[in-house]
């Protein structure tokens, strides 16, 4: 079964760090692309980074870009999502999504395979 579980989420207070995991099984991560979205009570869910199955390169939004650092461990099947700086308007739950066939982007609907979420919560 293909399954993508993330953990890492919590409270922290602004302009402090968190490490956010994403572990796939059933399939090897490295194949697909991954990206990282995010949504607040009341928006859209928003794509943060993610890494093109085309080229293999990193994209991050303009609002986390310099912040954030997107990874990947293939030893252990695992995507990382570094966030420094945080700020109260980084608060949402945060996904992490693949697809096989899409080389990924920022858009939630090019994505098949999706995680139940952590919700990340940064005041003070």
């Known amino acids: 079964q293909v399954q993508l579980v993330e953990s890492g989420g919590g409270l922290v207070q602004p302009g402090g760090s968190l490490r956010l995991s994403c572990a796939a099984s059933?399939?090897?991560?490295?194949?697909?692309?991954i990206g990282w979205f995010r949504q607040a009570p009341g928006k859209e869910r928003e794509g943060v980074s993610y890494i093109s199955s085309r080229d293999g390169n990193t994209y991050y939004a303009d609002s986390v870009k310099g912040r954030f650092t997107i990874s990947r461990d293939n030893a252990k099947n695992t995507v990382y999502l570094q966030m420094n700086s945080l700020k109260p308007e980084d608060t949402a739950v945060y996904y992490c999504?693949?697809?096989?066939?899409?080389?990924?982007?920022?858009?939630?609907?090019?994505?098949?395979?999706w995680g139940q979420g952590t919700q990340v919560t940064v005041s003070s």
């Open positions: 059933g399939f090897t991560l490295d194949y697909y692309a």
């Open positions: 999504a693949a697809d096989s066939y899409r080389p990924g982007g920022l858009s939630h609907d090019e994505y098949g395979y």
